[in-house]
């Protein structure tokens, strides 16, 4: 029996059947074997020893064979046990058997009993055949729907599952959406500064065209003074070119007659013509001399000028872009450097006009002795002048 005993099971085997109903006994064939119209189900009480010690039984339904006479596997039986012939003990457990027609048991049931009030007992639909109805217990209904409900909640559990690994994909995406967002707003800060920082550099590009504009202006001024102090200088340069030979001459003839009152009145006029001579000389000498010292300071002071033309022309002319305020400002310092000093005396001029400037230089173009060629300065005394000549004759 224990070769053949799990060839058949039997399913939905109720824990109690109510006395005086027919009840249904559900069965499957777990493996392939030889069937036989002579193949029975039968009800035994718990305990029993042989096949025969059966209390009821019924012939068992054959399923579709093949020609080798083999049943098919997994084949559903269902049989039907009338009410009358089923046991009236309510106290005892049975259970069902299949028994093949060599009387070999086949399979068993679990156990189970007669004896369950009507009320406990409720008929439904068979699920297989909609048409028939079923009397089972309120237990096994219940334990049927807990049966269903269990494999709903896997159901649930296996979709709360899928639900959740989504939810992670969407934290995910959404965690990568939100480190984009923040790039994103960091870029439009920085857009923001360099805006900022552009409207700044615009306006400071604008603050120094503006001064550079008026620097031009200035610079076109200074050009203006420039050139009038540059026709100032060439007037006075005419004008001292002019000046030492009236100087000498008038100096000469104060000579020739300081020469003579000093001759004694028996003295010849050899004498007196001796005295013309070297005067004469003494005059062409000095007139030389005097135009050396003239052309000598008048171009020290336009080669002074052009110096500062040429770099005004040099550095304000070009594109204002080109060369940094330090090298403006060491050109300038040089400029002013060259042209605060007094080309005659080298004396450093700070914060004074050009005008005065020019007033000292044209101070040094006073009477020179036709002697020695000393240099006095303009307005000395007349007389002064005479003395230091004739110191020379005595």
């Known amino acids: 029996m224990t070769d053949t005993i799990h060839q058949v099971s039997f399913v939905d085997v ?4 109510p006395l005086g109903s027919s009840i249904q006994c559900r069965y499957i064939i777990k493996e392939p074997i030889t069937l036989s119209n002579k193949d029975w189900i039968g009800i035994y009480r718990v305990g029993w020893r042989s096949y025969d010690n059966y209390e ?6 054959l399923p579709v064979r093949g020609s080798d006479g083999v049943g098919v596997m997994d084949h559903d039986g269902i049989v039907t046990f009338p009410a009358d012939s089923l046991p009236k003990d309510s106290k005892d457990f049975y259970q069902f058997c299949y028994v093949s027609s060599a009387n070999e048991i086949c399979g068993v049931s679990t156990p189970f009993q007669f004896g369950t009030s009507v009320d406990e007992l409720v008929e439904v639909q068979d699920p297989d055949d909609p048409t028939t109805l079923v009397i089972k217990t309120r237990s096994h209904i219940l334990e049927e729907q807990v049966t269903a409900l269990k494999k709903e909640r896997i159901e649930l ?3 709360t599952h899928l639900l959740h690994l989504e939810l992670d994909a969407e934290r995910k995406s959404k965690g990568q959406l939100m480190t984009q967002l923040q790039e994103l707003s960091e870029q439009q800060d920085q857009l923001e500064q360099e805006r900022n920082s552009n409207r700044i550099l615009n306006e400071q590009i604008k603050e120094l065209q503006d001064t550079l504009q008026a620097e031009r202006k200035s610079n076109e001024q200074l050009h203006q003074q420039i050139r009038g102090m540059r026709d100032e200088l060439m007037t006075e340069r005419k004008a001292l ?6 100087q000498l001459e008038d100096s000469g003839v104060n000579n020739i007659s300081l020469s003579i009152s000093n001759t004694d009145e028996g003295d010849d006029k ?6 013309l001579s070297v005067s004469a000389s003494a005059e062409d000498d000095n007139e030389a001399r005097q135009l050396s010292f003239t052309e000598r300071i008048t171009g020290s002071v336009l080669n002074q000028l052009k110096k500062a033309s040429d770099w005004f022309s040099e550095d304000f002319e070009t594109d204002p872009t080109q060369g940094t305020e330090s090298q403006r ?7 002013e450097q060259s042209l605060r000093l007094c080309p005659v005396c080298d004396v450093d001029f700070f914060d004074i006009s050009e005008q005065d400037i020019a007033t000292h230089v044209d101070g040094h173009n006073g009477p020179v002795c036709p002697i020695c060629y000393m240099q006095f300065d303009k307005g000395y005394e007349e007389s002064k002048v005479a003395a230091h000549v004739n110191s020379h004759l005595e």
Do not use: F, G, I, L
Not at 14 to 17: A, G, L, Q
């Open 14 to 17: 109720n824990e109690s059947y």
């Open 56 to 61: 009821t039984y019924t012939w068992a339904h």
């Open 157 to 159: 559990q296996k979709e």
């Open 241 to 246: 070119q002019d000046s030492p030979r009236q």
């Open 270 to 275: 050899e004498a007196a013509a001796a005295a």
């Open 329 to 335: 400002s060491v050109a300038t310092n040089k400029e």
